[in-house]
């Protein structure tokens, strides 16, 4: 307990940070609108259709900066209708939360769901030229339809704000765990087993140039 707790105080903004801005909540779905129809237009990608969608699983690489050694995982939506795009992803904090140092301390953070258009991510990982990787999902429309019905649930007011945990519920558990529950269940039967590896073996394996973040 006392080696994962110390290794959470190491890389608090590490697993999640992809800005400061607060995630805006998003109302209940609406019915589907007609096939081309002006309504249509209007529907973006989350309260879209699942048959209409295609869903991809977007992995960040490493960076420099001690927030950006352990990459960082979001799901891009795109709407096969009217072409737009919204990757979301549950790495969103700020640094004006009341309380922000001691709640680090403590590990107790309070993080967000945040959504943003491609073209912005893109420029943002351009900008700090980390990687992005896109792998579109071979889904159902069933699945799909699982999925934006999860992320619609997670932007209620009351859902968009959750208890983040560095290693057990985080940018990365939460994307896995949407993926999982909309497949069935296959993720988290693979995810059972132990490794002999420990949270802090890894939190160090990636901060091995930076010792003052290591110590």
Known sequence: MLRSRVSLLTCCLVLGALGIARAQATPAAPPTP???SAEQAQVDPLHQAGRNVTISLLTMGNGEQVWEL?????????DNVTNRDTVFNWGVFSFHQEHFIPHFLQGRMLYSMGGDSME????????????VLSQE?????SQKDSILATIQRN????NVNYRYDYYRDNC???VRDILDHALGGPLSVQAAGLT???YRWHSLRLMQGNLPIML
Request: hydrophobic share 40%.
């Open 34 to 36: 007609r096939p081309g």
């Open 70 to 78: 352990f990459g960082h995982n979001a799901l891009w939506i795109h």
């Open 155 to 158: 932007a209620l007011p009351e």
């Open 120 to 131: 912005n991510v893109l420029a943002a990982y351009r900008y700090w030229n980390r990687s």
């Open 137 to 141: 999902l071979d889904l159902s429309a």
């Open 172 to 174: 990365s558990t939460r």
């Open 196 to 198: 002999d590896a420990t």
